[in-house]
């Protein structure tokens, strides 16, 4: 998880500091602020997710990496200002404009408030573009999997276990057992790569 906010406009670090401050449960490993000639544009993040924002003299971009193929992107390339969710919607993104008419954004509706009153949801599957709203995804229904149920098993068991592994990042690991499926599988999953391994239950 991460947290993502900017406003397109330069000399407002202060702004961007303070929106930041209202999503620092989003990041606790690492914050970066980037100012460019067009935007001033903040993010947070925590271990798995490293530096989540990259610079160049082409382009800025900063992204909220929810997983694979699911994230909050937001990019200033050529002057304008690009934003991006992925088509589940997994991390979130928000956007509206100052008062003066300024783009801005943020991964939560408590951190673009410190920006703007107008506040819009980026919806999932869309791409926005100084103004302009693309939807670049439309789900499909996937055929039947032909593979027989052990393969099938075989596969989600190692998606699962790389999904938990790479977010797991301490020795000493809780799960909370909700008594259903879900939860408990995950914690058959993780207790093997712990030294510690707690479980709690209503």
């Known amino acids: ?50 530096d989540s924002a990259f610079s160049s003299l082409e382009k800025v971009f900063i992204q909220d990496t929810a997983g694979n193929g699911h994230l909050a992107k937001a990019e200033i390339l050529n002057g304008n200002l690009f ?26 509706v408590k951190s673009l408030l410190t920006a703007t009153n ?7 599957g869309y791409k ?22 052990e393969a099938i098993a075989k596969v989600l068991r190692k998606l699962l276990e790389d999904s938990i592994s790479k977010r797991i990042k301490t020795d000493l690991f809780g799960s909370w057992l909700s008594g259903g499926l879900d939860s408990s599988t995950i914690a058959t999953i993780a207790r093997p790569f712990v030294k510690t391994f707690h479980t709690f239950s209503a």
């Open 1 to 50: 998880m991460a947290g993502i906010v900017g406003i397109k406009r330069k000399g407002e670090k202060g702004l961007v500091e303070k929106m930041l401050n209202k999503i620092s449960h989003r990041g606790n490993t690492g914050k970066r602020i980037i100012e460019t000639d067009e935007a001033t544009i903040g993010v947070v993040w925590t271990s798995p997710q490293k």
């Open 83 to 108: 934003l991006e969710r992925d088509e589940l919607g997994i991390a979130p993104l928000y956007f509206g404009k100052t008062k003066d008419d300024v783009p801005c954004f943020a991964s939560e």
């Open 118 to 124: 107008d506040i819009n949801e980026l919806l999932p």
């Open 128 to 149: 926005f573009s100084d103004g302009i709203l693309t939807k670049y995804f439309i789900l499909q229904k996937k055929q039947e999997i032909k593979d027989n149920p």
